[in-house]
């Protein structure tokens, strides 16, 4: 049951390679989703696993183990290995839980202060203009959606690349991108191994909205070159908002610019492969907590004397 219970800490860092190869390899809409439900998934197995960890340990204190009316001792590997790792897991939980608790609450913040200010401005259909030399410009979750741009990045841009960068954004608005964000940044705080997984999900979600906008103006070079501007002309963002509001100017830009040159590539003969693989190591990660939780459950039974060995 203990080895088990280690398979879900371990596959998050060999999955991360492969969600970068899939974003490389497959449609970006098609990757967003798949290293998204991968990266849930495997962020749930682990703590699962931790959380296992923890009750291991506890049951093999006296007071735990009255409390759990367990008539005969658990049965274990050595406590050498057992203690140290459910001090361990008790640690990682309380720092995961305090970083989600604390990060959450920022954002929170955040996404009040922009949505206050937006709401002070004046607002042309799902458009708000902010008097700002700052260039900047986001889409804003909510009921409406908005798309909020200051003035110096309407400067910085001509007629047709603003409504490039406006089309970018509300590519990200329907799509619901900021889901995406947050539970990449929620996610990743649960694993170490899962932040490279999230830094792939922000590509994806730009390289996703990239393409609709292109597809929406029919131009992808237009698309290149106003993202590609927006990001020369942004120095800072003004005023504070959320990290799940997606811009065309975050993410690797040049890699971005890059591929909307390029022309689109058909599927490649790997994409299946990748795909699969990654699909296999989530499930690897919820068998392998699934039994060892139902081991673990099996072995408590025993020690209260409800089944035999």
């Not at 309380?94 to 200010?117: D, P």
């Not at 990200?172 to 649960?190: I, K, Q, R, S, T």
Request: proline share 7%.
């Amino acid at each position: 049951m203990t080895f088990l219970l280690l398979i879900p800490l371990a596959l998050p860092f060999a999955a991360a390679p492969l969600a970068r190869r899939a974003l490389q390899r497959l449609a970006p809409a098609t990757a967003l989703w798949l290293v998204t439900g991968a990266m849930v998934v495997l962020a749930c197995c682990s703590l699962t696993a931790l959380g296992a960890f923890v009750l291991t340990g506890l049951l093999k204190l006296p007071l735990f183990a009255a409390l759990g009316e367990l008539v005969r001792p658990l049965r274990t590997p050595s406590d050498l290995l057992v203690l140290p790792a459910a001090a361990f897991s008790v640690g990682a939980l309380a720092v995961s839980l305090w970083t989600v608790c604390h990060t959450a609450t920022r954002q929170a913040r955040a996404f009040r202060a922009a949505t206050t200010e937006a709401d002070r401005r004046c607002t042309v259909g799902d458009l708000c203009v902010i008097d700002s030399p700052h260039p900047d410009a986001y889409a804003l979750p909510g009921r409406p959606h908005r798309i909020v741009v200051t003035t110096g990045m309407l400067r910085s841009l001509s007629s047709d690349e603003r409504e490039a960068l406006f089309a970018h954004e509300r590519a990200h608005n329907a799509a619901g991108h900021h889901y995406f964000l947050a539970v990449a940044e929620l996610a990743g705080l649960c694993h170490p191994g899962l932040r490279p997984m999230g830094a792939v999900i922000r590509l994806a979600v730009e390289r996703a909205a990239d393409e609709v906008a292109a597809a929406a103006v029919g131009n992808r070079r237009l698309i290149a070159q106003a993202i590609g501007r927006a990001a020369l002309a942004t120095r800072a963002a003004h005023g504070e908002r959320p990290s799940f509001a997606p811009a065309a100017t975050a993410g690797p830009v040049p890699q971005r610019v890059a591929a909307l040159l390029a022309a689109p590539r058909a599927p490649h003969r790997t994409a299946r492969w990748i795909a699969t693989l990654l699909v296999v190591c989530a499930t690897v990660s919820v068998c392998a907590s699934a039994t060892g939780i139902i081991g673990f459950h099996h072995e408590v039974e025993v020690a209260q004397g409800e089944e035999g060995p």
